[in-house]
């Protein structure tokens, strides 16, 4: 009994001990698979009773995918993990999605790496993570949303490789965390979205911080980028809302800070402003550059001045920086990347010094010098807009997510419509597209679920091109299409613009009066026989039935004085199109 007792405490007969005790281990549900590498049988994973346990020597097969993993497709049943000492490398996708494992997780301290996607989405674990200190790789994606944490995380001193997303989304990570100096690199997205973090220690044998490393890190105050750091990605502190600095150790040749702002060394080109910096914030006069998302949803800028150095203003620079309320370009600038002010709901005008030989402003809208494209509208600005008849292009992204704005009349010169540039105007009620259109872009209306009048006045829908998904969110039984008269057929058959419940000819307000006046359709809600009634005689009318989602459900022929028989139609709301002389009649009826 002694002889067995000593084994047992030494880990060699783990599950011959628990029998000697008369504990029940459940193998006769049991469920058991040899996962080590190179030889399967070095370790087995045994399933029981909700617990999945992983014992023996070696490391553990890395799995091609989710559902190469013996367990995955029970992994709602499993409760709690239990690997034992000896175990030295998880594998990749191990522990995919277990999101049934609670409590603590306990790493052996015999692990020396863990694997892609290993414990990946396992929301259940809580406390703290420490890794244990033997582990010199934590792979891509290893814990990513892993959002049930609730402590601190542990790197130990070994660890040379952290992978992109490793950490992705640990969102109750707290405190402070220590990154080992044993690392060089910090991956793509590595932190990002690790909200509770409060401070973050840099080591100095860091010569690269990856794009988003610490992006929606909304825990930070402030950073300290240290001398060894040669290169630093795209929003890696971006969306960080409480972060209102970013130092720079004064030993690094190739970044240097001012007011929290991150710079390149001479200053010459602004890399970012930390997101919770607020009040006015003026550019040094070094600068040349202002970088990709330097101010990306800067909230808390109420003014930004920028000096006649600047000759370049990158993509997406002031994105959704909603305190903004207006900013004016210098004479300098020669180039401004794509939706550099877009969603700045706030700003109201773009101005641009009348000396600048690229741009122009025109009642606080930006476009090219000579107003024939049309770069940018500010989210900020209202009412009714009527662009000038110098413009041919309305350029892409020009008007996204301008809520503010209820009409917009698009003049005779304009020849095409960019890319999402109007798209999620939410306010907007009506537009009219001249006849001069020949394109239209991608997405270009989308998410314009206002629009209850688009007005198109080119009589041969073929002759404009569209792009994908021109009216995508648009209510399309909800809103009228006014076409040239004559032209309505065309229309009905036209991609796109077909999906549109109400086309009528272009004096819409006629046809509707006639609908008004001399047409009625009873009785409403109806549950058998649809009868329409008509002031003047209406024989041997065409009309199509169509249901909220714009499919048409019965096309047939109307006679005077007959019902239509609609006891077949599930109940819900649907529009009846009768077409007329003068045009095409909708009404709207109850199916009971």
């Known amino acids: 009994m002694t002889t067995r007792i000593t084994k047992w405490i030494s880990g060699k007969t783990f599950f011959a001990a628990l029998a000697i005790f008369g504990l029940s281990i459940g193998f006769a549900n049991a469920q058991t698979w ?33 559902d190469s993993v013996p367990w995955f497709s029970v992994r709602n049943s499993i409760k709690s993990l239990v690997i034992i000492s000896g175990v030295t490398n998880i594998g990749d996708f191990a522990f995919y999605s277990c999101g049934g494992f609670t409590g603590n997780l306990t790493i052996p301290t015999s692990v020396t790496s863990i694997g892609n996607y290993a414990f990946s989405s396992c929301s259940g674990f809580t406390g703290n993570l420490i890794i244990p200190n033997l582990v010199t790789s934590i792979g891509n994606y290893a814990f990513s949303s892993c959002s049930g944490f609730t402590g601190n995380l542990i790197i130990p001193n070994l660890v040379t490789s952290i992978g992109n997303y490793a950490f992705f989304s640990c969102s109750g990570f707290t405190g402070n965390l220590t990154i080992p100096t044993s690392v060089t690199s910090i991956g793509n997205n590595v932190f990002s979205s690790c909200w509770g973090l409060t401070s973050i220690t840099i080591p100095n044998s860091v010569t690269s911080i990856g794009n988003s490393a610490f992006e929606n890190c909304d825990g930070l105050t402030s950073v300290t980028i240290p001398s060894s750091v040669t290169s630093i990605g795209n929003n890696a502190f971006s969306f960080c809302d409480s972060l209102i600095a970013i130092n720079v150790n004064a030993g690094n040749l ?149 809520w503010g704005f209820t009409s917009i009349t698009i003049p005779n010169s304009v020849t095409s419509i960019g890319s999402f540039a109007f798209c999620v105007c939410n306010n907007l009620t009506s537009v009219t597209i001249p006849n001069s259109v020949t394109s239209i872009g991608n997405y270009a209306f989308s998410g314009c679920y206002g629009l209850t009048s688009i007005t198109c006045l080119n009589p041969d829908p073929s002759l404009i091109t569209l792009g994908i998904y021109v009216f995508s969110s648009v209510i399309v039984y909800n809103c009228t299409l006014k076409v040239p008269v004559g032209s309505v057929t065309a229309y009905q058959n036209a991609a796109q613009w077909k999906d549109f419940i109400y086309i009528v000819e272009e004096s819409a307000t006629t046809v509707e009066s006639i609908t008004n006046d001399i047409l009625r359709i009873y009785p409403n809600p109806v549950k058998d026989e649809l009868r329409i ?57 109850v199916k009971e």
């Open 533 to 589: 009634e008509g002031d003047v005689p209406f024989n041997n009318l065409s009309f199509t039935i169509y249901n909220l989602a714009g499919k048409q459900i019965i096309n047939d022929q109307w006679l005077n004085g007959k019902s239509i028989n609609v006891s077949s139609l599930p109940q819900g709301i649907y529009f009846v199109k009768i077409k007329i002389e003068k045009g095409v009649i909708t009404k709207k009826f």
């Open 34 to 66: 040899n996962i080590g590498t190179p030889n399967a049988t070095d370790l087995k994973a045994t399933l029981s009773e909700g617990m999945l346990t992983i014992n023996g020597k070696g490391a553990m097969k890395d799995f091609a995918n989710p």
């Open 254 to 402: 190739n970044y240097s800070s001012e007011n929290g702002v991150l710079f390149n060394k001479n200053k010459t080109t602004l890399f970012l402003c930390p997101g919770g910096k607020s009040g006015n914030y003026v550019i040094p006069n070094t600068v040349n550059l202002i970088g990709d998302y330097a101010f990306y949803y800067c909230y808390g800028l109420t003014s930004v001045t920028i000096p006649n150095s600047v000759t370049s203003i990158g993509y997406g620079a002031f994105f959704g920086s909603d305190g903004l309320i207006s900013i004016t370009i210098p004479n300098s600038v020669t180039s401004i990347g794509y939706n550099a002010f877009g969603l700045c709901r706030g700003l109201t005008a773009i101005n641009v010094d009348a000396g600048n030989l690229n741009y122009s402003s025109d009642n606080g809208v930006l476009f090219n010098k000579n107003k024939t494209t049309l770069i940018q509208c500010p989210g900020g600005k209202s009412g009714i807009n009527v662009i000038p008849n110098t413009v041919t292009s309305i350029g892409d992204v020009a008007f996204w997510g301008c």
